[in-house]
């Protein structure tokens, strides 16, 4: 059995990915919560999205729920979340 390990820090061409820069308030922000279909998942990011709306001043969520737990994200729907100023990623069960 050979075991492949993948460093998501590169890219295909093999230079370190950078991460976006920190955004400096969440107040009025559109944050995108990307649900991997997972059980626990949803219930997790109606709790979140209270607490970011709340006390962190969150204006507006895009969801979006993975079709399959096991696969990565398709690229529609990565696209369809563009115009979030930051997505979560989670993986809930």
Do not use: C, Q
Request: hydrophobic letters at 45%.
């Amino acid at each position: 059995m050979t075991l492949r390990v993948v460093d998501p820090t590169l890219n295909a061409e093999g230079e370190p990915g950078r991460a976006a820069p920190a955004l400096a308030s969440l107040d009025g922000a559109v944050v995108g919560l990307l649900d991997n279909a997972k059980i626990g998942t949803e219930r997790f990011y109606d709790h979140l999205a209270a607490i970011l709306k709340k006390e962190y001043g969150v204006r507006e969520f895009i969801r979006r729920r993975k079709p399959d737990t096991t696969r990565p994200v398709p690229r529609d729907m990565l696209l369809s979340m563009s115009g979030a100023d930051a997505i979560v990623s989670a993986v809930v069960d």
